[in-house]
Antibody, heavy 122, light 108 residues
Framework: VQLVQSGGGLEQPGRSLRLSCAGS????????MNWVRQAPGKGLEWVAF??????????EYAASVNGRFTISRDDSKNIAYLQLNSLKTEDTAVYYC??????????????WGQGTLVTVSS | DIQLTQSPSFLSASVGDRVTLTCRAS??????LAWFQQKPGKAPKLLIY???TLQSGVPSRFSGSGSGTEFTLTISSLQPEDFATYYC??????????FGPGTKVDFK
């Protein structure tokens, strides 16, 4: 199982970025995906969730990004995306994609991408 | 939203020490709690899920316990590679899948 991230970089406040997360070594469409971020020197913050197509591709967002970020997935390409719009300086963080695995009643974030740095600054 | 607190924030320990970290939830979350280890510049690594189930490949010196609102992560004999920051995460009521603020385990 591998999750390889791309995208990110330096962007100005108010602009947009798109992050990608390519999965391999597993049936991508069978798993929910999440994005988690970590501001410099800070803890982990869950950002967004997308379910599998079997569950309608439902999405959920943290209050801090709701209305500005959009999570999506393309199962034909085994890629999850996070579109970051109306960027704010407080969005500066390392962003991780992570696979959501449900077994029985236990859900867990079992595999993580390598992380990608997003810096929002003028 | 469910809030998680972790104690202590920092812990100084030596190789071979038995170490216990605590995570408390603001309301009952049954056993829907996970523990992660994170080293500087690296992605978090899942150690424990379901409060007490060891993730595949994780050394048996790590163990988790608890239910409801109080949980512990124990390292039975601290190894050099265990110096890291540890986070708990609740998966009972979401969104959000909240994380605790972390406990940093450092060399004494």
């Amino acid at each position: 199982v591998q999750l390889v991230q791309s995208g990110g970089g330096l962007e100005q406040p108010g602009r947009s970025l798109r992050l990608s997360c390519a999965g391999s070594g597993f049936i991508f469409g069978d798993y929910a995906m999440n994005w988690v971020r970590q501001a410099p020197g800070k803890g982990l913050e869950w950002v967004a969730f997308i379910s599998t197509k079997d569950y309608g591709g439902a999405t959920e967002y943290a209050a801090s990004v709701n209305g500005r970020f959009t999570i999506s997935r393309d199962d034909s390409k085994n890629i999850a995306y996070l579109q970051l719009n109306s960027l704010k300086t407080e969005d500066t963080a390392v962003y991780y994609c992570t696979r959501g695995f449900l077994s029985g009643s236990n859900y867990r974030f079992d595999y993580w991408g390598q992380g990608t740095l997003v810096t929002v600054s003028s | 939203d469910i809030q998680l607190t972790q104690s202590p924030s920092f812990l100084s320990a030596s190789v071979g020490d038995r170490v216990t970290l605590t995570c408390r939830a603001s309301q009952g979350i049954s056993n829907y709690l996970a523990w992660f280890q994170q080293k500087p510049g690296k992605a978090p690594k899942l150690l424990i899920y379901g409060a007490s189930t060891l993730q595949s490949g994780v050394p048996s010196r790590f163990s988790g316990s608890g239910s409801g609102t109080e949980f512990t992560l124990t390292i039975s004999s601290l190894q050099p590679e265990d110096f890291a920051t540890y986070y708990c995460q609740q998966l009972d009521s979401y969104p959000p899948f909240s994380f605790g603020p972390g406990t940093k385990v450092d060399f004494k």
